[in-house]
């Protein structure tokens, strides 16, 4: 597959493009991904440009009305839920790329997904120990996480060992749960306040945003840009969520290497007041690659990762 990008000199929205697209198609060798810079009208018509950024995939242009005119304007496109950018939204690229499972690839389990397998006792204690979390914002007691793995006839140690060799939960050199995604026990920048629950912190700032859509209930997110120590508040609230401040977005990114999501990727997930200073603590970080998240994108990504962890039955 060939993927290019047109878009005119100095086009602000080609890097959003660039950026959403090296996220998406990220570990894809199948797919040549090029970028143009179209000079003028005639350029536009012969490259079948629609206004800048175009994307086109195999030469075609998927995002295009029917007879749509070539121009070399700055272009604007509709999200589903009604907004408007200037460029396509992380969701709809991997529609039109064929690249399934985004979610599951955040989730840093290379497409696995953060719901362990039932067999084993693996969902039972990973949703005993997510559980505990919610309640009490911290971990189970191991008696707790032995009762939830008797069933199984498996010892609870190594219940607890199989989970983080798979990257489900992380644990100390005791072997004592440090942190079940989206929860840490060690305090965090991001704190979330469950409503009628205890307040917990989060792993990163999609794991915060993950919480919430979990428990089913209200939830207040707190947290820091990490380049000017501003506030950034999410609420939860009957069915809405209000951002503070309204241009606050999520950087979404990770270091080459592999290793578990709270070594590679975590530290890389974080709330930003606007997309600009996104960018500029992102250009500060050594080998580090990835996208600026609207909102929506951020927080629907959150949803798909963690919504199903208690709602799936761990039998």
Same mark, same amino acid.
């Given at each position: 597959?060939?993927?290019?990008?047109?878009?005119?000199?100095?086009?602000?929205? $080609?890097?959003?493009?660039?950026?959403?697209?090296?996220?998406?198609?990220?570990?894809? #060798?199948?797919?040549?991904?090029?970028?143009?810079?179209?000079?003028?009208? /005639?350029?536009?018509?012969?490259?079948?440009?629609?206004?800048?950024?175009?994307?086109?995939?195999?030469?075609?242009?998927?995002?295009?009305?029917?007879?749509?005119?070539?121009?070399?304007?700055?272009?604007?496109?509709?999200?589903?839920?009604?907004?408007?950018? $200037?460029?396509?939204?992380?969701?709809?690229?991997?529609?039109?790329? !064929?690249?399934?499972?985004?979610?599951?690839?955040?989730?840093?389990?290379?497409?696995?997904?953060?719901?362990?397998?039932?067999?084993?006792?693996?969902?039972?204690?990973?949703?005993?120990?997510?559980?505990?979390?919610?309640?009490?914002?911290?971990?189970?007691?191991?008696?707790?996480?032995?009762?939830a793995a008797e069933p199984f006839g %498996?010892?609870?140690?190594?219940?607890?060992?199989?989970?983080? /060799?798979?990257?489900?939960?992380?644990?100390?050199? #005791?072997?004592?749960?440090?942190?079940?995604?989206?929860?840490?026990?060690?305090?965090?920048?991001?704190?979330?306040?469950? /409503?009628?629950?205890?307040?917990?912190?989060?792993?990163?700032?999609?794991?915060?945003?993950?919480?919430?859509?979990?428990?089913?209930?209200?939830?207040?997110?707190?947290? #820091?840009?990490?380049?000017?120590?501003?506030?950034?508040?999410?609420?939860?609230?009957?069915?809405?969520?209000?951002?503070?401040?309204?241009?606050?977005?999520?950087?979404?990114?990770?270091?080459?290497?592999?290793?578990?999501?709270?070594?590679?990727c975590c530290s890389y997930l974080r709330f930003f007041t606007t997309?600009? #200073?996104?960018?500029?603590?992102? !250009?500060?970080?050594?080998?580090?690659?990835?996208? %600026?998240?609207?909102?929506?994108?951020?927080?629907?990504?959150?949803?798909?990762?963690? $919504?199903?962890?208690?709602?799936?039955?761990?039998?």
């Amino acid at each position: 597959m060939r993927v290019e990008m047109l878009i005119v000199p100095d086009c602000p929205n $080609g890097p959003v493009l660039r950026e959403r697209l090296e996220l998406v198609l990220a570990g894809r #060798t199948d797919v040549e991904l090029a970028e143009h810079v179209v000079g003028d009208q /005639a350029e536009a018509e012969r490259r079948g440009m629609h206004g800048s950024p175009t994307l086109l995939v195999d030469g075609r242009d998927p995002f295009a009305e029917p007879d749509a005119p070539a121009a070399v304007s700055c272009r604007l496109y509709r999200g589903a839920d009604g907004r408007i950018g $200037g460029a396509p939204s992380v969701e709809e690229l991997r529609r039109v790329l !064929g690249v399934p499972g985004g979610a599951d690839r955040a989730a840093g389990r290379a497409g696995r997904g953060r719901l362990a397998p039932a067999e084993g006792g693996l969902r039972e204690v990973q949703q005993a120990v997510l559980r505990s979390f919610a309640a009490t914002g911290a971990p189970p007691s191991a008696s707790e996480v032995k009762s939830a793995a008797e069933p199984f006839g %498996v010892p609870a140690a190594e219940v607890l060992a199989e989970l983080a /060799a798979e990257d489900f939960l992380t644990l100390d050199d #005791t072997g004592h749960v440090q942190a079940a995604y989206p929860f840490s026990a060690i305090p965090t920048e991001h704190v979330v306040q469950i /409503a009628d629950g205890p307040a917990v912190w989060s792993m990163c700032a999609i794991d915060a945003l993950g919480i919430p859509v979990m428990l089913d209930t209200a939830a207040v997110i707190t947290s #820091t840009d990490p380049l000017t120590g501003e506030k950034i508040r999410v609420e939860f609230t009957d069915g809405k969520t209000t951002w503070q401040p309204t241009t606050a977005v999520v950087y979404f990114g990770a270091r080459p290497g592999s290793g578990p999501a709270a070594a590679v990727c975590c530290s890389y997930l974080r709330f930003f007041t606007t997309r600009a #200073t996104a960018e500029q603590w992102s !250009g500060r970080q050594a080998d580090l690659s990835g996208a %600026v998240l609207d909102q929506a994108e951020a927080e629907r990504l959150g949803a798909d990762i963690f $919504g199903p962890l208690l709602s799936t039955p761990a039998r």
